[in-house]
């Protein structure tokens, strides 16, 4: 089964920084996902990117195959990104769906 | 707008008794999940429906029980069999299986189970 780990665990940051959140998985996949939780706990998906870069608004998704990780950076970070961000990958030796999700990264972008 | 309904947002059981989670959606998505989420650990998934009236264990399936008997419905039945209920629950769905090819997943807001 794949192991996903996601760093740093919390991230507290000003108004305005630039953030990165790094996703990291032990064997090959087909297709990695970046989804957000809201404080109140509704889930939506921000990016599924199986190579190359995905950008969105102020959301950048980046994978290498080669090196096994991914990472999510959000430009002029504002307090309404503060919530928790959770990394997913799809692999032959995944879950039932074919998901194995990582334990979320906690950011709080302070005013 | 097409999306997934849980409800309710928030439940409270008492020791012995059964409740029932629901989760519609109007995406016409064949695929739905129910995933439970324990705080500082990853989603993890309890059942999958990929077709009405089909549906099979996930990775934690004990003291739990599903139906599918509508394409828009896939409701959660936390049983007094299972020995620590409170918890986070997310119900999702995918136009198919996950398994079977790369596509998004769509979540609902959840429901956050607790015991009296």
């Known amino acids: 089964k794949n192991e996903v780990e996601q760093s740093p665990q919390n991230l507290t940051a000003q108004e305005g920084e630039f953030i990165t959140i790094n996703c990291s998985y032990s064997?090959?996949?087909?297709?990695l996902h970046w989804l957000q939780q809201h404080p109140g706990g509704g889930i939506v998906s921000l990016f599924m990117l199986s190579s190359g870069k995905k950008k969105h608004g102020r959301l950048i998704a980046t994978i290498n195959i080669q090196e096994k990780h991914s990472s999510l950076h959000i430009t002029a970070s504002h307090p309404r990104d503060s919530a928790v961000y959770i990394c997913a990958v799809r692999s032959a030796g995944g879950g039932a769906d074919g998901l194995t999700f990582g334990k979320g990264t906690h950011l709080i972008i302070q005013p | 707008d097409g999306g997934i309904t849980q409800s309710p947002k928030y439940l409270f059981r008492k020791e012995g008794q059964n409740v029932t989670l629901s989760c519609e959606q109007n995406l016409n998505h064949d695929a739905m999940y129910w995933y439970r989420q324990d705080p500082g650990q990853g989603l993890r998934l309890i059942y999958y429906?990929?077709?009405?009236?089909?549906?099979q264990k996930g990775d934690i399936a004990e003291g739990y029980s599903v139906s599918r008997e509508k394409k828009e419905s896939f409701p959660l039945t936390v049983t007094s069999a299972q020995k620590n209920p409170t918890a986070f629950y997310l119900c999702?769905?995918?136009?198919?299986?996950?398994?079977?090819?790369?596509?998004?997943?769509?979540f609902g807001d959840g429901t956050r189970l607790s015991i009296l």
């Open positions: 999702a769905s995918s136009i198919f299986l996950q398994a079977y090819s790369n596509q998004p997943q769509h």
């Open positions: 429906s990929q077709i009405v009236n089909d549906f």
């Open positions: 064997v090959g996949i087909s297709a």
